[in-house]
């Protein structure tokens, strides 16, 4: 924001287990939008909170793709 120079602040839910792999990818996820200015908070859910948030539709973001 121009006006008070506090950076956009998104919010990415995640499904995570605690796992190393995922957290090395949440730490990429966070530099690649700091260098576009914005603060990505990233919260990792269990997955039975993680499925409530999606299907009620209360989240900003989340990684979601089409798998075969």
């Not at 950076?7 to 700091?34: C, H």
């Amino acid at each position: 924001d121009p006006k008070t120079g506090k950076s956009l602040i998104l919010i990415l839910d995640v499904e995570s287990t605690g796992k190393p792999s995922e957290r090395a990818i949440f730490n990429w996820y966070r530099k690649q939008m700091n260098l576009l200015g914005i603060q990505l908070q990233v919260r990792e859910d269990d997955k039975n909170h993680y499925h409530r948030l999606i299907s009620s539709g209360d989240f900003q973001m989340t990684p979601f793709a089409w798998g075969g």
